[in-house]
């Protein structure tokens, strides 16, 4: 801003299986000038997210990642500049705004909803601020991955008390709410992550009653070990091989909540999926979760997760980067399961 | 009986993908004689279904098929003699007698339910005879097949009407069923057969609003142009590429219910599934379906059916083969898909 300048990371090139930081390139473009209507926006936090590797490749629903084009994801930040009655200078706001410093948005219309809410160049305004959270938590627990945690586990699968409750990628910024959600509920949570540095977190920070290292040897069985009754609920963060082995763990009428494919993201060609033959044999139910369902209740959730929060019952943690330069290298991580938490890069 | 002898069929030999009648053997035995609360029973129908292959292999829950053993089937038929109280000699039974031409059973306790009643030695009687209706309607639409027809497409996943509802193995035991009771429940029903003439039967006779033949080079476009606004409801019977091909067609919430993998049934291996990713991007729900789960409800079944047929609502057709000798051969021609209709041999 003092420069008068906006920096900008773009897709640079085609993406082929995982990416890597030479994928993008930092740019400088002038500050952009909000128009009637709209405002600027001084981006205080980026948000990372495996979808994003999906939306490169082009397969994503909330549209493509275009080559020399800024990469889109979301942020909060600061009115800096405003034509607009509703956004005050120093208003915080939530938005897409972008791999950049700087965005111009508008107020979302009255009545908007759905999927166009959450993707088109609109700016919501955040809660009021809360000494004890930073605004960064509306791009984890008090934001989509958030929502789509509870949206799994409480309204699509809420399983029953003392149930057998597993979740992958469980300190995650999905998996990680996703399993304390069901241990608030009641359920006994096992999650599955890949370090043992993660597993201890999952229980002793997160509470889950056990945390299996799915890089062992023998994960299989470290998991049938875990879940000695089987298991009756599973949010599903990645696919892939990790499905399967859960899959042949099943309880009777388990249910299962597909949320994400990390492998698939990775891939150019259309992976085959699991067996589903224990789908048949437990009676088990499969039901895909797409967040963008349940953004009416967006509001609901934040206020649950705050109680939970101020009752120390909802914990999460963040992986950050400094700087929008360091935004290719952190997603590269991400998407290589190096991440530790929530990815978030400080602008 | 006239020679005091019993004529069964044993499994000769483990069988290494497709059987083949060679995998089997006809041999005869001493006429069993029934003990204290036992009856024997004359065997007139027998009935072959696919997941027989599974218990060959020593995969599925009804238990495994033993060599040297007589294989283990569905019947029907007459008490020729009893020491049994309630099944007075010319009862008209169905049980689970296998592939010979006598048993030796007993009449189901009071209060037994569950898979114990389908797989255990227990004759149950049939309902009054129709002169219009074969005992062997009880093994195929007003039996278990009829009931899993029923489960699935009126229980687990009603269509809603004018809704597009697929069905695989469509003129098939259970598929020719599901399909019209889809279409009486006011779905629009396309099918999903092995030949052009299975294609017209099931648009002639069953009454579909069409039928894809899957052995077409264009299969998938033309399962498109049969379901142009997407397929809100799946009863899958085979698994493999064909649900691979629907998934791919799915409309928003659309539900699948997963009843039979014949592919799998041949495979010594455990084979991968179809890609999840139109379950998650559709929001779809996939559930399993297992008859034994509806068993207490065949009786509901059987008294919607049979209006049904009275109406003429409600047709099917059986592939007969006569007498035990020729059941091997049409249990291969069963698991090849040339069967045409419900897979029956006349005793």
Not at 149 to 164: K, Y
Not at 283 to 295: I, T
Request: charged letters at 20%; a neutral charge.
């Amino acid at each position: 801003m003092n420069r008068g300048m906006n920096r900008a990371v773009l897709l640079r090139r085609a993406v082929q299986g995982l990416p890597s930081a030479e994928d993008f390139v930092l740019t400088e473009r002038p500050m952009p000038v909000p128009g009637p209507g709209e405002v600027l926006v001084r981006n205080s936090f980026l948000s990372l997210d495996p979808y994003m590797l999906s939306a490169i490749k082009g397969r994503h629903m909330s549209g493509a990642a275009d080559l020399d084009q800024t990469m889109q994801g979301d942020t909060v930040g600061t009115v800096v500049g405003s034509n607009d009655a509703v956004f005050a200078i120093g208003t915080r706001v939530i938005a897409r705004g972008g791999w950049q410093e700087f965005s111009v948005l508008r107020a979302l219309p009255a009545g908007a909803g759905g999927i166009d809410t959450l993707t088109g160049p609109y700016a919501r305004p955040l809660p009021p601020a809360d000494p004890d959270i930073a605004d960064s938590a509306y791009l984890g627990v008090l934001g989509m991955p958030g929502l789509t945690a509870w949206a799994g586990t409480a309204i699509l699968a809420p399983p029953e008390p003392g149930a057998c409750f597993v979740v992958s990628a469980a300190t995650g910024a999905v998996g990680s709410i996703a399993g304390q959600i069901a241990r608030n509920l009641g359920a006994r949570v096992v999650g599955i992550a890949g370090s043992a540095e993660k597993c201890v977190y999952a229980v002793e920070a997160l509470g889950f009653a056990a945390c299996v290292n799915h890089r062992a040897g023998d994960f299989p069985e470290q998991l049938a070990a875990a879940c000695p009754n089987r298991i009756d609920g599973y949010f599903d963060n990645v696919g892939g091989r990790i499905l399967d082995v859960v899959l042949q763990r099943l309880a009777l009428r388990a249910r299962i909540v597909l949320c994400g494919m990390i492998e698939q993201y990775q891939a150019e060609t259309r992976l085959p999926g699991p067996s589903l033959a224990p789908v048949i044999g437990r009676r088990a139910h499969m039901m895909g979760l797409v967040v963008y369902d349940h953004v009416a209740r967006l509001a609901e959730w934040q206020q649950l997760a705050s109680q939970w929060i101020r009752e120390d019952r909802l914990r999460w943690r963040e992986d950050r980067a400094e700087t929008l330069a360091a935004a290719p290298a952190a997603f590269v991580r991400l998407m290589q399961g190096q991440n530790f938490g929530k990815t978030v890069v400080v602008l």
